[in-house]
């Protein structure tokens, strides 16, 4: 389901938008401090190669000889 936000997202940047929405395992209240070790953990399994790919090509293409 595409939310509203993401398609104006979407429309205003093109193809240089790009959404990082990762699934969790389970509910995390992002408010409950508790769940910090979690959403750590979380975070250092994660493939973070096609957002370092889309950066490359947006951003440092012009840079790089």
Known sequence: ???HS???CK???GDRYF???PL??????????????????TAK??????IVAF???HFYAE???
């Open 1 to 3: 389901m595409i939310m």
């Open 6 to 8: 993401e398609h104006i």
């Open 11 to 13: 429309e205003l940047l």
């Open 19 to 21: 959404r990082f929405n």
């Open 24 to 41: 969790l395992e389970r509910e995390i209240s992002l408010d409950d401090p508790t769940e910090i070790p979690a959403l750590v953990e």
């Open 45 to 50: 399994n994660l493939d973070l190669a096609p």
């Open 55 to 57: 950066i490359r090509k």
């Open 63 to 65: 840079h790089e000889s």
